[in-house]
């Protein structure tokens, strides 16, 4: 009966063990090709050995109009939206997790509908207000789309964060004559580092790999974020260059790698607050 319960367990860890290695192997196919078609002089859609190791993809896509001035300008809508979003959800979030209301409950649901509508449903309008408002085609105008749209979710994900800060830190330092927005900057936002890590990766994240909104709000070709000009690989008839696609998209991913590897340890930081408030 032992036995044959433990082969039971046997078999059925071998199952999951067999799902996880089919999982694995869906995330680690793409990014096989993007690394060996970017090494290849004859890349195509199959994932092979290269013909021969070479750099001629990194070499036709270090230009200025290709790589430097998409990344720029990638850089300025999503770093200027990210820290844009950032603060906003900060000073949203603190009236909302110290201040006790009866719409505190609806307005956070609110938020939370908001994020679940997409954003083809409101960008004829958006495009139609933009154009009266005189921002069509302007970075800040683009900047601040993009933080209004990742705002409702920054908002949420930034007060479950600062619910897990004690309150007592910060009376303490209104009884020192700290004013609520000191003690927010001073105390709160320091002690949930790892929350903020947590809301400018996702931010940021979902800001770079955005194609839609900046294709629809901007039209001059030197305003293109990387997000809009990695289309032009995309050639007439079905035709792509796969080795300069594959180049590109390294290059484009290398900020958000960065990114998450400058706040690797924030994310694992944790609230070890626990004995803030003892003794």
């Not at 199952?15 to 290849?40: H, K, N, R, T």
């Not at 603060?87 to 110290?98: E, G, K, Q």
């Not at 609520?180 to 994240?205: C, D, E, K, N, Y």
Request: with cysteine.
């Amino acid at each position: 009966m032992a036995l044959t319960l433990t082969s039971r367990r046997t078999r059925h860890r071998l199952a999951a063990d067999a799902g996880l290695l089919v999982v694995a192997a869906a995330f680690c196919l793409p990014l096989a090709w993007v690394v060996l078609s970017a090494l290849d002089p004859h890349a195509d859609l199959r994932v092979k050995a290269p013909d021969g190791l070479t750099f001629d993809n990194f070499d036709a896509i270090m230009t200025q109009d290709i790589i430097f001035t998409p990344l720029l300008n990638s850089l300025i809508l999503c770093g200027g939206a990210t820290l844009l979003t950032v603060v906003c959800a900060a000073l949203a979030a603190y009236p909302l997790s110290r201040f006790r209301s009866r719409l505190n409950r609806p307005f956070l649901l609110s938020i939370l509908f908001a994020t679940s509508l997409p954003i083809t449903a409101i960008m004829v309008p958006v495009y139609a207000l933009f154009v009266q408002v005189d921002l069509i085609d302007t970075m800040q105008g683009t900047i601040f789309f993009f933080a209004a749209s990742q705002l409702p979710f920054a908002i949420w994900l930034m007060k479950n964060f600062m619910d897990g800060v004690p309150k007592e830190l910060e009376e303490a330092a209104w009884t020192d004559g700290a004013s609520s927005l000191q003690s927010l900057v001073r105390i709160v936002l320091p002690l949930m580092g790892p929350g903020v890590a947590v809301v400018t990766v996702f931010s940021f994240v979902m800001m770079w790999g955005n194609f839609f909104v900046p294709f629809m709000l901007l039209l001059t070709p030197d305003q293109m974020p990387a997000a809009v000009s990695i289309n032009e690989f995309f050639g007439n008839r079905g035709t792509v260059v796969y080795g300069q696609l594959a180049a590109f998209s390294i290059i484009y991913s290398t900020p958000v790698i960065l990114l998450y590897v400058l706040v690797a340890r924030r994310l694992g930081g944790g609230f070890a607050l626990g004995g803030a408030v003892k003794g």
